[in-house]
T-cell receptor, first 115, second 112 residues
Framework: EAEVAQSPRYKITEKSQAVAFWCDPI?????LYWYRQILGQGPELLVQ????????DSQLPKDRFSAERLKGVDSTLKIQPAELGDSAMYLC?????????????FGPGTRLTVL | GIQVEQSPPDLILQEGANSTLRCNFS?????LQWFHQNPWGQLINLFY???GTKQNGRLSATTVATERYSLLYISSSQTTDSGVYFC??????????????FGTGTSLTVIP
């Protein structure tokens, strides 16, 4: 069964360090999403890609976060420098297309702890 | 933005019991999904249900889009049903595109 892959599954880092997360969407899915989920809350969208282009990054803290999907397949989310408040689950999702009627499928997530 | 409210926030059931989870949303939506977040944090797709009724085994869901709510029914609950259930909606706006909103979830604990 096709799945969204993410790595690493867990990451512990110290504040002011750089961290990077990787996501490989379901094969053929043109749209990729990065979400952040703080403990006890629902996920919040950080950035949405359609192929290699950013569709929406209005909620991405651009002073420290960056995301890319250079070849329109896998994607990397980076945080530099990490802050204590960045501790959260980072979830990647993909869908076949970008329209509102597309079902999203999520990966297992990366749990980040910033010390 | 759209407000998505889920109720109840917490639910404890004896194994074998039935339950109904509710999702209310404050404006019209184009898409609605139900997810189960397992203890390891992964979101598992349960239903893609912008309107109508669907069933999958012991689970079923109904969305009444005109009244802005969706219900998730769990029958004959099992301990493996424990976890957090999320409702997520998508609304399309011409000037901003898709807007995604998750509810705050219902935490379900099924006791043997």
């Amino acid at each position: 069964e096709a799945e969204v892959a993410q790595s690493p599954r867990y990451k512990i880092t110290e504040k002011s360090q750089a961290v990077a997360f990787w996501c490989d969407p379901i094969s053929g899915h043109a749209t990729l999403y990065w979400y952040r989920q703080i403990l006890g809350q629902g996920p919040e969208l950080l950035v949405q890609f359609q192929d290699e282009s950013v569709v929406d990054d209005s909620q991405l803290p651009k002073d420290r976060f960056s995301a890319e999907r250079l070849k329109g397949v896998d994607s990397t989310l980076k945080i530099q420098p990490a802050e204590l408040g960045d501790s959260a689950m980072y979830l990647c999702a993909s869908s076949l297309g970008s329209g509102p009627h597309n079902e999203q499928f999520f990966g297992p997530g990366t749990r980040l702890t910033v010390l | 933005g759209i407000q998505v409210e889920q109720s109840p926030p917490d639910l404890i059931l004896q194994e074998g019991a039935n339950s109904t989870l509710r999702c209310n949303f404050s404006d019209s939506v184009n898409n609605l999904q139900w997810f189960h977040q397992n203890p390891w944090g992964q979101l598992i797709n349960l239903f893609y249900i912008p309107s109508g009724t669907k069933q999958n085994g012991r689970l079923s869901a109904t969305t009444v889009a005109t009244e802005r709510y969706s219900l998730l029914y769990i029958s004959s609950s099992q301990t493996t049903d424990s976890g957090v259930y999320f409702c997520a909606v998508v609304s399309f706006w011409q000037n901003t595109g898709n807007q995604f909103y998750f509810g705050t979830g219902t935490s379900l604990t099924v006791i043997p």
